[in-house]
């Protein structure tokens, strides 16, 4: 649809008012950074050929979006956004488009239909220079667009060099920080920005006001209002937008048969798949890949991570599942953790205080309370009682414990793994298993109870 178009993204700048040691663009949102949301909104329209031009916490930026590294452009000094573009111009020639979108990496909100309808109006009008302006009640530390007679845009100049008596009253119309750029007309004019400013930067923005001293066309597309088109330069910044996309995500999933309970403290993530007919309490928090299948239930005080939860499975109060599948009917709770390769199936049953890590907890069993379950395989029908923990790490490696079906485990037993229990296995209370047992078999693992005759604290045999 854009075939003769670039895409860039400006990420290379710390974020000074974000009080953060990772760059700015690293801050997340709903589990995600907010680059992530610039992504999602860029790839229906280019794909995966987006440029991101990085530089401080380059190592960090890496390390969040691996896949991308191929396509980073190195700003080595941050000297504005003017010199981060020009760092980048031999790149965006190289992939032969005449033209570039350019996006900052803090506007989180972006969505791609605006984004088509600018790329759309500024090839329409064959503009050589057009960026989108927003008109709001407070115009904050946004750069103001400056604009002459028959509304034609002049300049864009950034607030630290604004002078109502230079450049004349407040409009309230101010920059996005998203541009189009015919990359052969704006060529010349790199040469000609200038840091002769309050801030000592290159300024991208300067490009508006050279493209007009240069004869060339140059658009400022009005739109409105729109808060979505916001850049994020500060925590209060970064929380309104979070709570934006809240509200729209929870919007939305209500929208299509979602019960959301409290809905004001149900924060969901913008990958996460909620069927219609879940029946949600909030406070809770749901990021990742985690699908919630129809019928199935989410108590308040609940964070899940990664995790798939089937049809009417019931997550209780104060549990926390992170990469764990809780299969159909499957309860867990209240205060139950299932950590990573936890596998709960049909009808099973883990209560409070009950620990499941890398473990399959088959058809019908049940561990009701204060239980450690890891590296295990547990048999369809078995019951874990209260207590019981698998020892499968010897200070160096991880072993397993494999429990039969329908077998009955006495409270507070310990299997020092690796260790396997056959079928209908009755282990007694107390036990410390250290050996196989056979199928069928009571398992006993305890020294025989002695009674000794208590001295009494005036015995006159006893010490002084």
């Known amino acids: 649809m854009f075939e003769n178009i670039a895409c860039l993204i400006l990420a290379a700048g710390k974020g000074t008012r974000m009080y953060s040691e990772d760059p700015k663009v690293l801050r997340p949102l709903l589990g ?33 979006f691996p896949e991308k590294i191929d396509r980073f452009v190195m700003q080595e000094k941050q ?13 965006l020639k190289a992939t032969g488009a005449e033209y570039c979108l350019v996006m900052n990496g803090d506007t989180p909100l972006a969505l791609t239909e605006t984004l088509e309808d ?28 400056i604009r002459g007679k028959n509304d034609s845009v002049q300049a864009i100049i950034e607030l630290k060099d604004y002078d109502v008596h230079v450049h004349g009253p407040e409009t309230g119309e101010i920059n996005s920080g998203i541009y189009l750029l015919r990359l052969d007309a704006v060529a010349p004019l790199l ?9 000592g930067e290159y300024y991208i923005t300067d490009l508006i006001g050279l493209g007009v001293k240069h004869g060339l066309r140059v658009d400022g597309i009005a739109c409105g209002s729109d808060e979505f ?28 048969g979602v019960i959301l309970r409290n809905p004001g403290q149900v924060r969901i993530g913008p990958d996460v798949i909620v069927a219609p007919g879940v029946d949600i309490t909030g406070p809770c928090e749901i990021y990742g890949t985690t699908e919630i299948r129809q019928g199935a239930i989410v108590e308040s005080n ?23 599948v809780l299969g159909e009917s499957a309860v867990a709770g209240p205060f139950a953790r299932l950590r990573p390769g936890a596998v709960l199936k049909e009808n099973v049953r883990v209560g409070n205080f009950v620990e499941v890590k890398k473990s399959v907890l088959a058809k019908g069993v049940k561990a009701g309370h204060l239980t450690y379950l890891g590296d295990a395989d547990i048999g369809e029908n078995t019951n874990i009682g209260a207590g019981t923990i698998t ?15 329908e077998a009955f485990i006495g409270s507070n037993t310990a299997f020092v793994a690796p260790v396997k229990i056959g079928d209908q296995t009755l282990v007694g209370a107390g036990s410390v298993i250290t050996k196989d047992v056979d199928a069928h078999a009571l398992a006993v693992g305890r020294s025989r109870q002695v009674n000794l005759k208590r001295r009494k604290c005036n015995d006159e045999s006893g010490p002084s």
């Open 32 to 64: 995600h950074p907010m680059l992530y949301y610039v992504y999602r909104a860029l790839e229906p329209i280019f794909g995966e050929d987006i440029l991101t031009v990085v530089g401080f916490g380059r190592e960090r930026m890496e390390k969040a």
């Open 79 to 91: 000297l504005g956004t003017g010199h981060a573009f020009s760092c980048s111009f031999d790149a």
């Open 118 to 145: 600018f790329l759309d109006d500024t090839m329409a009008s064959q503009a050589d220079i057009a960026f989108l302006s927003l008109t709001l009640d407070d115009p904050g530390a946004y750069g103001r667009v």
């Open 191 to 199: 040469k000609e920005l200038s840091n002769e400013n309050k801030s």
């Open 229 to 256: 088109l916001l850049g994020v330069n500060s925590p209060r910044e970064l929380l309104e937008a979070e709570l934006v996309l809240q509200q729209f995500i929870n919007e939305t999933l209500v929208d299509k």
């Open 302 to 324: 609940v964070v899940i991570l990664d995790s798939l939860l089937d049809k009417r499975s019931h997550v209780r109060s104060f549990s926390h599942l992170e990469k764990a």
């Open 391 to 405: 020892c499968n790490y010897d200070g160096k490696n991880k072993h397993k414990t494999i429990i039969g079906k």
